[in-house]
């Protein structure tokens, strides 16, 4: 009995030294295969940071980077391709698709928006690409042109690369092995990989993974397996490896070895001690033979396989053999990795001081690395090892790992900087006894984030100051405000702001182009500047208005009134512009806080009102503000009540204006114009039109004008009367969304030809987005309706733009033809605009004519159609219909002919 048992615990003993053993080897299988992992991954890293380094990125050349790219990933076969990505998340190029094909645009991944908010380069969890459609990891760099992030560079890493470094370990058939991403994803698979690529680990193993970085649990593989799993974690990536035996393996093996005690007990009872003897010493040796190979490969070191004669433990040696040979190789192209991207890993051991660092670590210092306590001024300065010395202590306290970033001292006599990130490394008790991590040279980040910083401080200057006079523009001097009045509330002194509008500037800029018109605002810039004290701001609101603003300004009104006083001597006077001799005055308007306003909006408000007085009272000169002139906005609100009512009431007219064709005097249309009835009252569209605009009516108003005239074409079309009928369109109606749906639906509602309506647009309508403006105008020609240019060449200069445009007719500006006769430059305009219009083929119409010499003058010219009080005011529909039988219907009478026979009789 004493030798029964005494067998039975010794297999027993075996037995567990054996999973002792096993368990050992299992991590250590795991750790080799986990700094596998960590190999490719920092590979595919420093491959990634080298294209990003490319020239033919740097200068945009996507396609030869596209070939580039396809044949370094080839060559490196660590990644299936390459894609680039802008910071919008929008794909430039993607390697795994032709160049020049069109590329999807899925949202911007979580790890490339990681990328140029911090850059640095990231490397992400399993994810389904938006090519492959199926599992797939990526590395990404950013991509650094002229100092800024430019892109981000992605090398994407598809399963199947893990699944060979799994398969490399030749694991028993039954063994379940698989790469884990830092989320929990399973990202490789020896068994199943097709299945479970992508999905989550179970519970149990993701809550074990988390409370430690090496160890084992009991789990349930994603088939329902019960396992008993190995896990170890990277440092470095976070990435985790974890290998998985059956439980029922470990059982049937427990259960085979208590099936040979009892058969040993039955049949080799009589079997001497000394065979029993001679066979532990064979295990023994095998077990300790074993123990220097294995401790040699948790090092990452290599040590010779003893020839065992124990064949499990042979079978044991030649895996760790393998996994040695793997290692030592996924060991060189690890520390290649670590060279390209300046990236180096070390060892801190507490009780000795002494820390061990990878080879590229030391070429990055350019040194060897003493021991901690010697770092101290040597290798890292002395406030670099501070932090570095309290960030250890409470490292080692909490138990928490940390990330600094110090400056080191390079072996060379420089400074270079370092990230470093640290975590304890604990004993089996529980204890740290010793400190671990990695350190990467971000001395070019470090300088990019510099330059990156020094540009928006130059951005942020340019963003508050006026790119044309150099001046505060509106952003800075509402902020300049805004801590006067605020001071001015708490008791401080008050100040006054000159609200300041240039009279006559608009003709400059339609006369002589806007290149002119500039430096007559550098100059009226320079010289409000010059009129103003150092304490003192001067502003640029946009357009042609100024502002200055005078901070402790008493309330006599005596300092604006001379600073004003002094404006308007000093703009008034001539402003040369090479052989130019131009002429512009301000017209000013002052208010004063907290005495008019305790706002900024309400002093821009105030100081604006009196400006408008200013302008009313003859120009050129200054207005404080009054109550009074509150009346205005008031009176403004009641005709935005007055409109709104017409609106409701239908109170609102239309009149119609003639237009003649020149070629033979006939009467071929009319221009539909708005008129507000209010009490007897007529308001004209000048004032109601802006309020209308402004208060968001000018929608309904418009839909309001074209459904009237369409219909009044509709009844004049009963009596006999072929005309078409010209109606004018607001710019914010023009640019309202749908439009010219709306127009469309107007026109076929009333059952009116198309080809029978003309909309006008202004020039400065189409101007503001050219390429909007042709998108609308090409529908509403689609649909028959024509489309006239109106108040042409009183906006932008657009002669260049007027091609692309789809139009029938150029409408001359009534400010050109009421000054023919007398003014030279508008003769020389409305020729160059009826030249340019017969060059497009288009209609010329000339429209404010009041003079027989202005309709002699467009006729000789070649202008097509004319309109004016010289033939007729605007008249209510029926005076128009009455006005066309007496004068103009083919049975009137041959006096009325009389005012236009001898233009066109010499030609019929």
Known sequence: MPGVLGATGFFIYQYRQGLVQQEKNTIQTARALVQAVDNHLLRAQAVAQTLSAAETLATRDFARFHTDARSAIALAELGTNVVLRDQSGRQVLNTAIEYGQPLRAPAAPQQVREVFASGRPTISPIFIGPVLKKPIMSVDVPVIIDGEIAFALGVGILPESFNVLLNAQRLPADWVAGVVDPNGTIAGRTHSSEQFVGHKVTDRLLRAMATSPEGTAETTTREGIQVKTFYSRSPVTDWQVAIGIPVRTIQVGLAQTLSLIALGVVLVLGISLMLALFMGRKIAHSVTALRTPAIALGRGESAPMPDLPVKEAAEVAAAMGRAAGLLQERAAELAEAHRLAKFGTWYWDLASGEVRSSESLREIYGREVPSYSEMRGTL?????????????????????????????????????????????????????????????????????????????????????????????????????????????????????????????????????????????????????????????????????????????????????????????????????????????????????????????????????????????????????????????????????????????????????????????????????????????????????????????????????????????????????????????????????????????????????????????????????????????????????????????????????????????????????????????????????????????????????????????????????????????????????????????????????????????????
């Open 380 to 908: 890292l300065p002395v406030e670099s090892w501070e932090l570095v010395n309290a960030a250890s202590i409470e490292a080692v306290r909490t138990g928490k790992g940390f990330s600094l970033e110090v400056l080191v001292n390079h072996g060379s006599g420089y400074t270079i900087w370092i990230n470093s990130k640290g975590e304890p490394v604990l004993n089996d008790k529980g204890e740290v006894v010793a400190l671990r991590g990695m350190a990467q040279d971000i001395t070019e980040r470090k300088r990019a984030d510099q330059l990156l910083r020094e540009s928006e401080e130059k951005l942020r200057n340019a963003a508050l100051h006026d790119v044309l006079t150099g001046l505060p523009n509106r952003a800075l001097v509402m902020e300049f405000c805004e801590r006067l009045v605020a001071a001015s509330k708490r008791g401080h002194s008050g100040g006054a702001l000159l609200f300041i509008d240039l009279d006559r500037f608009k003709p400059i800029n339609d006369l002589y182009g806007h290149e002119v018109g500039d430096r007559v605002l550098q100059e009226v810039a320079n010289r409000l500047a010059a009129c103003t004290r150092q304490e003192d701001l001067v502003g640029r609101l946009g357009g042609d208005e100024f502002v200055i603003v005078l901070p402790y300004a008493n309330r006599t009104h005596h300092r604006a009134a001379v600073v004003a006083q002094h404006v308007i001597a000093s703009i008034s006077l001539p402003i040369h512009v090479d052989t130019l001799e131009l002429f512009v005055s301000p017209s000013i308007g002052i208010s004063y806080f907290p005495e008019h306003a305790t706002s900024v909006s309400a002093l821009m408000h105030t100081a604006d009102l009196a400006m408008y007085q200013a302008k009313h009272l003859g120009r050129a000169n200054y207005q404080f503000y009054t109550p009074e002139l509150d009346l205005r906005a008031e009176q403004a609100l009641l005709i935005e009540t007055r409109l709104k009512n017409a609106l409701v009431h239908n109170q609102l007219g239309l009149v119609y204006q003639p237009v003649i064709d020149l070629k033979n005097g006939k009467l071929i249309g009319a221009e539909a114009l708005v008129r507000l009835m209010d009490e007897g009252e007529t308001i004209g569209p000048d004032k109601f039109i802006p309020i209308a605009e402004s208060a968001g009516l000018i929608g309904q108003l418009g839909e309001w004008v074209v459904t009237e005239a369409c219909q009044q074409h509709a009844r004049w079309l009963r009596e006999g009367m072929q005309l078409t009928l010209a109606i004018n369109v607001s710019p914010l109606q023009f640019r309202q969304q749908g439009f010219a749906e709306r127009l469309h639906d107007i026109i076929a509602n009333a059952g009116m030809d198309p080809g029978c309506l003309e909309v006008e647009v202004t020039e400065s309508t189409v101007m503001d987005n050219i390429n909007e403006a042709v998108g609308i105008l090409n529908k509403i020609k689609s649909y028959g309706v024509k489309v006239a240019l109106d108040d042409f060449g009183t906006g932008y200069s657009s002669l260049s733009s007027l091609t692309s445009l789809p139009l029938d007719k150029l409408k001359v500006d009534q400010s050109f033809v009421r000054r023919i006769g007398r003014d030279p430059a508008c003769r020389a305009v409305t020729e160059a605009i009826i030249a340019l219009g017969r060059s497009l083929q288009l209609s010329i119409h000339g429209e404010g004519i009041e003079s027989e010499d202005a309709l002699l003058y467009l006729e000789e010219h070649g202008c097509d159609q004319a309109q004016g009080y010289w033939f007729s005011k605007p008249l209510p529909a029926g005076e128009f219909v009455q006005w066309y039988h007496e004068h103009w219907d083919k049975k009137a009478g041959a006096g009325a002919w009389e005012r236009v026979s001898r233009i066109w009789a010499p030609k019929e």
